[in-house]
């Protein structure tokens, strides 16, 4: 026979992979990891029938033929399946979306894709293949695809990812449904956990990055930890969140991890932790004889591990097309035409910087007739400025609070480059951008 399984502690990008195996590979039979990841109990509960899980206990003594794994490439993520089946002899493939390239599973033949979510990945090959999905199939694999890639607002979407959603919307997947397994925010202890958090928060500014991190204690073992995590993702916004959640009675340490920054890597810093996930959403429990020690020493870890955040240095425009303050609004308009720039910056005759000349002050002396007037008096003068140490994420706070475009870079009172609106939004791009590839 021939057998498909994900990784161990199944989440919904794993149900949502294998729902569409089950359609692509219907003589496969489906096996069920022995732990489920607590945000995607709700959906097996509701479609466990669907699935027609087989344990792997229950096939100890098959002949199995070939394998399917689908979410991970890492042999330690399905070792339970290796123990509990004899694997020796069988043909495996494997699926995945995450560090397929160093996939570790001996013998196995890999179909990787970067995209946001596994999910998206195979239900793209099915709509290749001309194979559809019912629509609660449909409702399963949208929400592995939402769920994986934070609703599609995580930096790992591709528009493979937007893609599969829609054909999935299009065979009848139901939205509400879906987002009635994401929305788990609902029980009382998990509302009680985020608030304490909430207050327990310690920002931290690493390597240029805005970091949370949180270290909180339980006497037993809550469901839902995830969502809490995620769910203070969204309202403090930062780079990244590192909840470590401590069990005193069991010596048990659990890190739930999550980041909006691919420079975060969050499978590399906790990999020494046996953790297990992607770049941007992992976690890890490991035995810890004492939480607090553990958590300074992980936070000054954190340190060292997180690459430095993008700043202005590296984004800068370091030819600067600059104007005098005693050129004529009519020069300035003319020079700035012929660059292809809406504003410079202002030198007066020292070479200071001083004010800032845009397209609008050029618009406000035409009004008045005033183009043979000197740019000193349409020029702004409380010009905003700031040295290159700047990171990217101060330097959109800037922007957006001061209606600003533009940012000279001032360096012991010498203009030494400008970061413009085009610097920031090709930088932004940069960041969020992951090549994709595929292996066959």
Known sequence: MNVAFGHTGMDLDCFGSLIVIKKLFPDYQLVKSRLLH??????????RDYFNFAEPRDLKNADIGAVIIVDTSSAARVSEYFEAMNLAKAEIQVFDHHSFEDCDIPGARVTGEKTGANTSLLVNLAVERGVTLSPEEATIALTGIYGDTGKLLYDNVRRRDLEAAMHLLDMGASFKIMKSFLDILNEEEQIAIKNRLLLELEKRTIQGH????????????????AAVVEKIMEIENPDAFFACFYRPRLKTMLIIARSQ???IDLREILAPYGGGGHKLAASAKFPCPDGPVF???????LEKTIHPALRARDIMTRRVYTIRDTDTLR???????RVNL??????????????FLSLRDIMQGRRVNQMNSMVRGFMSKNV???DSS?????IGAIFFKNHIGHLPIVEHGALTGIVTRWDYVQAQQARHTLGTQRLD
């Open 38 to 47: 607590p945000s995607s109990q709700n959906l097996y509960t509701l479609y």
């Open 210 to 225: 805005a970091v949370l991190a949180a270290y909180h204690e339980l006497g037993d073992n809550p469901p839902g930890l």
């Open 261 to 263: 920054h691919q420079g």
């Open 295 to 301: 958590y300074n020493d992980f936070i000054s870890l």
């Open 331 to 337: 020069e300035a308009s003319m020079f700035l035409e």
């Open 342 to 355: 809406s504003g410079a910056p202002v030198m007066d005759a020292a070479g200071n910087l001083a004010g």
């Open 384 to 386: 905003i400025t700031s």
């Open 390 to 394: 700047v990171t990217l994420r101060e």
